[in-house]
C-alpha cells in the first residue's frame, strides 16, 4: 500500500435473537444501518451471531441439546438465500465493508464461518473456523486454508479470525504471511465463572497478543447474555445459574496492544467506534515483521496449504467463490428506502 488512510471502524456488543434467523437478519441489518450513520467503513459483528452461539453444548448431553440442535440446523445461513441477501443490501445501501459470524449450512453440515461483505454489496468471501473447540465439534465442521482470506481494500488488508483461533501460533502467522492489518476477531460472551478459561478477561488477553504479534488494529466483537437467550434453551436452575446477564467485552486495540476508543459496560448492548490511522502500523513493522524480516526461515518455517479440502472433490476446483451484488438478488423482497443524505 502507498496510502495509509484514516477511518472509523466499530465492533458490535450485542444479543442475537436466539435460533431466529430472520430476526437475528433483521437486528444484524439495523446494526450495520447503526454503525454506518455515526461514520464506520468497516464493521465487525461476534461469533456466531447469527442465529446464535449453541451454548447448550455446555449445559447437558447430546439427548438434551438435539431439539436445539434442530433449531439451529433450520435457522442456518445458506448462500446464496434471502439471508444472504439482506446482509448485502445492508452492505451496499451503507456502502461499507462489514464482516458478520454465522452458522452456515453447505450440503448436509454446519460451519462456523465469517462472511465478509463489501460496499457494493459482493460477498466477497468468507473463513470458516478451521477447527471447532471442545464441544463445539458436535455442532460445526471444519474449515480449511481455502478459507482464510485476507482481502486488499481501500481501507487495508482485512482479515479475520474466531475465538480460539487467536491462540493457535499457526494460525497467528498464516495471518501475518498476508500482511493482514485491520482484523476481525469475533467472539461469543467471556463465561462468568471466575477464572474461567473462557472468562473475557482471557479472551481480551489472547486478542491484544494478536494484535502485537502481527502489528494490526483488532476490532473485538462481542455477544452479551440475555434473559431472552436463558428462557429460550435453558430447562433447570442449574443451567440458568451458568449464564449471568451480560459479559460482553466489545473494544478495538491498536497494534500496541492498547485500547482504542472506550469499551461499553460489559452488560451494555451497542456498539464500539474507534478512529485509526493505518500509518500507526508501520513502526510496529519497523520492530518486528514476523513473517518478515523477523522470520527464521532457515530452520523455523510454515507450509500453509490454501487448496480446498473435500471429502468429494470436483475437478477442476479452484479459489473459493465471491458472489457479486447482482449474483445475490436472486429474490424481490421489499427493499428498504435508502437513509437521508447517504452517499
Not at 30 to 41: F, Y
Given at each position: ?31 450495520v444501518d447503526e454503525a454506518a450513520s455515526n461514520g464506520a467503513k468497516v464493521i465487525a459483528f461476534p461469533e456466531a451471531y447469527i442465529p446464535g452461539y449453541p451454548w447448550w453444548i455446555w449445559m447437558g448431553n447430546a439427548d438434551y441439546g438435539m431439539k ?31 464482516c458478520v459470524s454465522v452458522t452456515e449450512k453447505e450440503g448436509g453440515s454446519l460451519y462456523l464461518t465469517q462472511l465478509w461483505f463489501d460496499p457494493s454489496g459482493a460477498l466477497i468471501g468468507k473463513h470458516r473456523k478451521l477447527k471447532a473447540t471442545n ?209
Amino acid at each position: 500500500m502507498s496510502d495509509y488512510p484514516k477511518y472509523r471502524v466499530a465492533a458490535v456488543q450485542a444479543s442475537p435473537v436466539m435460533l431466529d434467523l430472520n430476526a437475528t437478519i433483521d437486528k444484524t441489518c439495523r446494526l450495520v444501518d447503526e454503525a454506518a450513520s455515526n461514520g464506520a467503513k468497516v464493521i465487525a459483528f461476534p461469533e456466531a451471531y447469527i442465529p446464535g452461539y449453541p451454548w447448550w453444548i455446555w449445559m447437558g448431553n447430546a439427548d438434551y441439546g438435539m431439539k436445539h440442535f434442530i433449531d439451529l440446523y433450520k435457522n442456518a445461513v445458506e448462500i446464496p438465500s434471502l439471508a444472504v441477501q439482506r446482509l448485502s443490501e445492508a452492505a451496499r445501501r451503507n456502502r461499507v465493508y462489514f464482516c458478520v459470524s454465522v452458522t452456515e449450512k453447505e450440503g448436509g453440515s454446519l460451519y462456523l464461518t465469517q462472511l465478509w461483505f463489501d460496499p457494493s454489496g459482493a460477498l466477497i468471501g468468507k473463513h470458516r473456523k478451521l477447527k471447532a473447540t471442545n464441544a463445539e465439534k458436535t455442532i460445526w465442521g471444519d474449515g480449511d486454508g481455502s478459507m482464510m482470506p485476507v482481502f486488499e481494500t481501500e481501507y487495508g488488508n482485512l482479515g479475520g479470525l474466531q475465538c480460539w483461533e487467536h491462540l493457535i501460533p499457526l494460525n497467528v502467522a498464516a495471518m501475518a504471511s498476508m500482511n493482514e492489518q485491520v482484523h476481525v476477531a469475533s467472539w461469543p460472551i467471556g463465561l462468568p465463572q471466575e477464572g474461567h478459561l473462557f472468562g473475557a478477561e482471557q479472551c481480551v488477553i489472547a486478542t491484544r497478543y494478536y494484535a502485537m504479534t502481527n502489528q494490526v488494529f483488532c476490532l473485538l466483537a462481542s455477544q452479551i447474555w440475555t434473559d431472552e437467550q436463558r428462557d429460550r434453551i435453558c430447562e433447570s436452575d442449574e443451567q440458568r445459574a451458568m449464564m449471568q446477564n451480560g459479559h460482553g467485552f466489545a473494544r478495538i486495540i491498536g497494534p500496541n496492544g492498547l485500547d482504542v476508543g472506550s469499551p461499553l459496560a460489559h452488560d451494555e448492548e451497542g456498539i464500539v467506534y474507534a478512529d485509526i490511522d493505518l500509518e500507526q502500523i508501520i513502526p510496529g513493522k519497523f520492530l518486528i515483521d514476523t513473517a518478515g524480516h523477523y522470520s527464521t526461515p532457515g530452520y523455523l518455517s510454515l507450509s500453509f496449504d490454501r487448496t480446498p479440502h473435500q471429502a468429494v472433490k470436483p475437478i477442476g476446483g479452484g479459489s473459493q467463490q465471491a458472489w457479486s451484488y447482482e449474483a445475490l438478488q436472486f429474490a424481490n423482497p421489499a427493499k428498504p428506502a435508502e437513509p437521508a443524505g447517504r452517499k
